[in-house]
């Protein structure tokens, strides 16, 4: 899979471990982020962006729905 910023100006693969690879970089989502725009951190769940049917999505809806699927997302919350 391929993630980008949302103005397509980086991109990274995901590699089979998880980590982000962009040229001879390597790290975690949030690393790679601060790293590929020379700032020091970076919310990767909202930073990097993936395709989904021509529209460029960032990457914490894919962590959102998994949550959902898994049963520890917000749908699985009760309020008192």
Known sequence: ????????????TVSPDG???????RGSIHKMGAMLTNAPSCNGWTFWHFE????????DVLRQESLVQSGRGASNVISV
Do not use: N
Request: glycine share 8%; no cysteine.
């Open 1 to 12: 899979m391929v993630l980008a910023d949302k103005k397509q100006r980086v991109q990274a």
């Open 19 to 25: 980590t982000l690879v962009s040229g001879d970089k």
């Open 52 to 59: 989904r049917d021509g529209v460029w999505l960032p990457l």
